[in-house]
């Protein structure tokens, strides 16, 4: 157990058993292998045994709810409570495909079922691959079929699809089909948008954010690629539809709290600039907001960002505002999403979600025609400036680079800067701080061939602040690195050989003079990608 927070360890359990599971809901932990479950409850750091159960037969999955779960056993299903007490059973040999507080789907020789809690149970369709529940509605794929069973109703609707997906997605208005191409479309089967993605493989599941977007990671057999993908409809609303999430819901249906949000003396700001679907032609805009009839010397501002451009969505947080305006820099081709959030002792409200966007800007990025054989290997852009970090091949050695220009003109005043004359050193991340620092983290060999860790402080004019070599000496590396302007601190994750040829994952804090303030390892994993997120 660790405290994420102080990137403490806590402690470790030891369990008896030879667990292959594990699933949490609310402050029990279940554990459970083969016909075994023992489920655990977490206060503060104690972590006790609450609860043991044994079947006389094999678990093939448990689906948690707030007040009981489901076992999924060879021959039967049970519903327990978390003090062990048996609420229902059913002598049915099936698959559950899918639950939410009402109903289990369920698969017996490719035929699905409905099960409600009350007992009732009826067939809806045979010959299934798969089937999904969304609020009232079952989603079957049968053959190049998707059929659409309204449990309300008993109405079938029959969709025809030709598109060769691995896993689709539910929504309020559309359909998302992933696979080698992801197409989106409605009721009928009509494609509303798509997008192809050459020869590149999807290699990871599909999260879902509550900012309207899908993100998933590609490969394209050389290079991994985070991809986020924007639509409108595209929000998790349904509570039940991942029951691995559904920590908060009960067995039994729940009613919806309509209460009204608590008044509150702090206004709401209201956004005068830009207008509302305002197309802007500049590279710069000023944001501005008005927090009506409201005077406070202690007031601050956060803006929530959505920058959208070809279908895709970087999301952006700009916290601690004094004032009531703050100037952007814009990207071509770009729709922008935004609202305000004021703050003030221990208040808060936002406004509504505001947008506007920009055309072409008749700008055209350039190629940068490198010297000598240079590999960038990660980059970062402020004040019209992009920063560069990676190294140079020579003849003679691999020096770590770092590579700016001004983008919004010419390109012109291109500079680098070599550090270390000695051994090889790679700069594989870089990030920037809001002062104009350039932090590089990559690995070195000035110690050992095999590689150290390298963590580098500059100005922006290229001039050493600090420098730091760590690590066992044993295939060491910095995959990312980050600063957070809002703590100013220095967060890296990276990779640390072992003397019997394994690989940890090593975490580790820094102050933005060098010092550690704490690291840790993860024993006996390795990173083919990494990045550092904040939250």
Known sequence: MYDINAGKFIKTITFEENYTNLKLSNDNVL??????????????????????????????NIYTFKNAFIVNLENKIIIIDYSGKKLKEYKIKADIIDSNSRFMILKIDDILYLLSYNNQMIKIEDNIKNAFLNENKIYIEKNNELIIYDILTHDKKKLDIKFNYKTILFFKNKIILVGKKIYAIDSKGNLIWKHEFQNDNIISNIAITNYNTIIFSLFDSKYYKIVEIYDRDIIQKDKYRDLNLSLNSDITP?????????LT????????????????????????????????????????????????????????????????????????????????????????????????????LKRIKLSGNQLILDSKIKDNLIYFTGYTVTQKKNILKLLYSNISTKFLNLKAWDFGN??????????????????????????????DMLLYSLSNDGKISWEITTGSSKRDTINDVYFDNDDEYIYLIGTIGTDNKGTNIQFAKYNPKGYRIWSGNLVDMSLKWSHIKKN
């Open 31 to 60: 554990l459970y292998s083969q016909n075994i479950i023992d489920i655990y409850k977490f206060d503060n750091t104690q972590f006790n045994k609450a609860l043991n159960l044994n079947f006389n037969e094999k678990i093939k």
């Open 254 to 262: 729940e009613t919806e709290n309509n209460a009204e949000n608590t």
């Open 265 to 364: 003396s702090l206004p709401t700001p209201l956004i005068i600039n830009p207008k509302y679907g305002e197309k802007i032609q500049a590279f710069n805009v000023s944001l501005e907001w008005v927090l009506p009839e409201y005077e406070s010397t202690t007031v601050t501002y956060e803006i929530e960002l959505k920058e959208i451009s070809s279908g895709l969505i970087k999301n952006k947080k700009i916290s601690n505002i004094s004032n009531n305006k703050i100037l952007l820099s814009l990207e071509p081709n770009t729709k922008y999403i935004w609202k305000i959030i004021a703050k003030d002792k221990g208040k808060m409200t936002q406004s509504k979600w505001a947008t506007f966007s920009t055309d072409d800007l008749n700008f055209v």
């Open 422 to 451: 000695h051994q090889d050193k790679y700069g594989t991340s870089i990030s920037l701080t809001d002062d104009g620092t350039v932090i590089i983290g990559g690995f070195s060999s000035e110690k050992d061939i095999r590689g």
